[in-house]
């Protein structure tokens, strides 16, 4: 007879293994659908925020322009400052980070060029500032025309 113990655990050590396995195929069945479908709600989470993102883009200057048909300039300087400076971000980012497509970017780029000039119109109540929103916002949606889903 040997003195050494059974180094393959014996019959009890075999099926606490087999269990412990099984417990892992269970745990890796149920694991990997719902991983898929997190990833699957995480896409379609990031579309909605870049969605909602240039809705607000869009929302800052048609606030800006209505604000500034009724005369009140200061509502339409801050909503035009907020416009001009998500537009900055989305303009000046790289591709990867940004909203909008290299031909987008490009066409969109020279409105942030009126940002000093419309900024002080605004500042100085000039009724002309609310012709010169309603361009910019014109300009805004041809850029933005044919944006395609990321």
Known sequence: ??????????????RI?????LM?????????????????????????????RLCQLQNSLSSAALDARRGEYERARVAASTFFTSLGEQVNTTS???????????TLRPL????????????????????????IYTSLQKGMQNVPAQ
């Open 96 to 106: 990867t980070t940004s909203d909008l497509t290299a031909p987008q970017k490009e």
């Open 112 to 135: 942030m060029n009126q940002r000093d000039d419309l900024i002080t119109l605004l500042a100085r109540s000039d009724p002309a500032a609310a012709d010169r929103l309603s361009e």
């Open 17 to 21: 293994a087999l269990y412990a396995g």
């Open 24 to 52: 892992l195929v269970a745990f890796l069945v149920g694991l990997i659908p719902m991983w898929v479908v997190a990833r699957g709600r995480a896409a379609e989470r990031d579309v909605a925020q870049r969605e909602l």
């Open 1 to 14: 007879m040997s003195t050494e113990p059974d180094r393959t655990g014996g019959p009890m050590g075999r």
